[in-house]
Each structure stands twice: as C-alpha cells, then as structure tokens.
C-alpha cells in the first residue's frame, strides 16, 4: 500500500472533528469528576484500577501497565493521593523492593461515589449523544485503530522530544 504524505481535505476534517469530540468529551469527564466527586480524571483511573485488581491492590508498575501511563507519573500521582488519604501503601513480602498500593476507606468511598455520577455522565455526554448503531460502528472502527497502532503505543519516546510540538 502506497504511504501518503499528506491528508486530504476531508481527512482534516475528520480528524479536527474526532480531535475536538475527544478532547471536550475528556474535559467535560474530567470537570464532572472534579465537581461531582473531587476526584480528577486521572485520581479515577487509578483509584478504579485498583478497585477491579484482585484483593483491590496493585503494584505501581501494574497500575501503570494497566492504565497506560508511565510509572514515573504513577508513582508522583500515588504520592499525591496518598497525601490525601485515598491511597495506602504497604510492602510487597515476594519483592523488597517493591510495595502495594491499595485504597484506604476513604478511597474506596471516592471510588464509589465517583463511578456512580461518572457513569451518568459518559451516558448523557457520548451515548445518549449516539444510536446504538453509530455505537456498534465505533467499537468496530475503534477496534480497527488500536490494532493499527498495534505496539507501537507501547514504545519509548525519546527524552529529547519533550519540546517537540506534536501534530494533532
């Protein structure tokens, strides 16, 4: 298959669109979250991970894998939520030199709560938004680009392209 080098019209239209659709989607979440919950977007996703582990603990290389984050940020994140009491930390027996992070009671109730009003949201903001047709075809197309990217979602960045403005 001929590689092209540019997108057509359509193509950035498209794309813009999907770009802004996915990028108000997260921030509405997020403020939802934030306002419903005082959790952030990012707290959820750890504390849900957790959550759904077996025996609700994880190690921070896990909660990483899990989320698709980078452990240097999980690890600041945790620290963080610790902080605030919605994270404990205990140490691994199998490995000295790692720990399990799980939920403290008010972690759990963050979790809880969150998930309720969050639940909500994603059905008022995206599939109340969408016929379960058009909800069909997106996981069939969503499915199509996660296998095209394949893993090279998994591959390191070089530290040097940190000030690299991204395409959109």
Known sequence: MAEQSALSDS???VWRTFYS?????????????????????SEYEILLAINLAPGRQLRVKD???????????????IARMEKRQLLTRTECESDARGSWIGLTADGRRAVLGATRGHVAAI???FFDA???????????????????????????????????????
Do not use: F
């Not at 659709?21 to 005082?38: E, G, I, K, N, P």
């Not at 379960?132 to 394949?150: C, P, Y």
């Open 123 to 125: 059905r008022r903001y």
């Open 11 to 13: 193509e950035v239209e």
């Open 63 to 77: 909660i990483a894998g899990t989320i698709g984050w980078e452990k240097s940020r999980v690890s600041h994140l």
């Open 21 to 41: 659709m996915r990028r108000t989607l997260d921030r509405a979440l997020d403020l939802q979250l934030q306002r419903d919950s005082q959790v952030s977007a």
């Open 130 to 168: 969408i016929g379960e047709d058009e909800a069909n075809q997106l996981k069939s197309m969503a499915t199509r680009v996660v296998e095209a990217i394949g893993c090279a979602a998994d591959e390191d960045v070089p530290a040097d392209v940190g000030d690299v403005e991204k395409p959109e």
